[in-house]
């Protein structure tokens, strides 16, 4: 109904905005309007509030009870289907077979989490996994600062809103290559990008960031500067603005 929906005001409309290339890209294969008739504007947020988040670093790990010796990798979703934790958990086992200071952070809540916690009992990892629960958005830059890196292995999303918040707050990350991530994870510039439901290449990429701290960094610091430059909400304003002058010049 939705695709319906869009081709029947397609010939009638003069702009389609979205947040993503890749959203575009879906639009027009489902026949919905023409490519000159597509513009995207990034969607933006308090990048400022990401950026300085490593100060509540110390304080976010006593909060969720991790050791600062401790390796955190962070997952920001719902505890849903397609969002990849029954992917990540056995990854996280194997990954911590040769790292035992890994630790898995799960920040969200949803149907699976029962599931997913029995899992982590049969992995014989459940003292490494926190279940943080669903926060409210303004903890999640307090969640993001007791990270080292961030997973993100949804097996469907637009431009997803966690892999640009933890690139703002100067998080490493490795991500599932689907829809808009390459838009914001370029491989081996600002992340790792693995092919979607590549176990093996998702530990890879784990493991790469866990033992090149130097080149973690290096990731870190290039992925900030472009979520910085691109997803502040003055930039979106400034693009939102700019396409309705050009509708009506």
């Given at each position: 109904m939705y695709i319906l929906a869009e081709k029947l005001v397609a010939p009638v409309t003069d702009l389609f905005l979205s947040v993503a290339d890749a959203m575009n890209r879906q639009s027009l294969a489902a026949g919905i309007g023409r490519?000159?008739?597509y513009r995207t504007v990034y969607s933006g947020f308090a990048v400022s509030s990401f950026a300085g988040?490593?100060?509540l670093r110390s304080a976010a790990r006593g909060r969720w009870g991790f050791r600062e010796s401790d390796f955190v990798i962070g997952k920001v979703a719902r505890?849903?289907?397609?969002k990849g934790h029954d992917l990540l958990l056995p990854v996280f086992a194997e990954?911590?077979?040769?790292?035992p200071d890994l630790r898995l952070f799960l920040v969200g809540d949803g149907i699976l989490k029962p599931e997913l916690e029995a899992e982590a009992e049969r992995l014989g990892i459940r003292p490494s996994v926190v279940?943080?629960?669903l926060l409210p958005p303004g903890e999640i830059p307090e969640a993001m600062a007791a990270m080292d890196m961030l997973v993100h292995v949804s097996l469907r999303e637009g431009l997803p809103r966690a892999v640009s918040q933890a690139l703002a707050a100067g998080l490493p990350v490795a991500a599932f290559d689907v829809d808009g991530t390459r838009e914001v994870v370029r491989s081996g510039v600002t992340g790792?990008?693995?092919t979607p439901g590549d176990r093996a290449g998702l530990k890879r990429?784990?493991?790469e960031i866990r033992r090149d701290p130097d080149g973690a960094r290096r990731l870190a610091r290039t992925g900030q500067a472009f979520v910085l430059d691109n997803f502040s909400i003055e930039r979106m304003v400034s693009g939102v603005a700019e396409a309705y002058r050009d509708l009506t010049s």
């Amino acid at each position: 109904m939705y695709i319906l929906a869009e081709k029947l005001v397609a010939p009638v409309t003069d702009l389609f905005l979205s947040v993503a290339d890749a959203m575009n890209r879906q639009s027009l294969a489902a026949g919905i309007g023409r490519p000159e008739k597509y513009r995207t504007v990034y969607s933006g947020f308090a990048v400022s509030s990401f950026a300085g988040c490593r100060a509540l670093r110390s304080a976010a790990r006593g909060r969720w009870g991790f050791r600062e010796s401790d390796f955190v990798i962070g997952k920001v979703a719902r505890l849903f289907q397609l969002k990849g934790h029954d992917l990540l958990l056995p990854v996280f086992a194997e990954a911590r077979r040769e790292f035992p200071d890994l630790r898995l952070f799960l920040v969200g809540d949803g149907i699976l989490k029962p599931e997913l916690e029995a899992e982590a009992e049969r992995l014989g990892i459940r003292p490494s996994v926190v279940f943080a629960g669903l926060l409210p958005p303004g903890e999640i830059p307090e969640a993001m600062a007791a990270m080292d890196m961030l997973v993100h292995v949804s097996l469907r999303e637009g431009l997803p809103r966690a892999v640009s918040q933890a690139l703002a707050a100067g998080l490493p990350v490795a991500a599932f290559d689907v829809d808009g991530t390459r838009e914001v994870v370029r491989s081996g510039v600002t992340g790792y990008l693995v092919t979607p439901g590549d176990r093996a290449g998702l530990k890879r990429a784990v493991l790469e960031i866990r033992r090149d701290p130097d080149g973690a960094r290096r990731l870190a610091r290039t992925g900030q500067a472009f979520v910085l430059d691109n997803f502040s909400i003055e930039r979106m304003v400034s693009g939102v603005a700019e396409a309705y002058r050009d509708l009506t010049s």
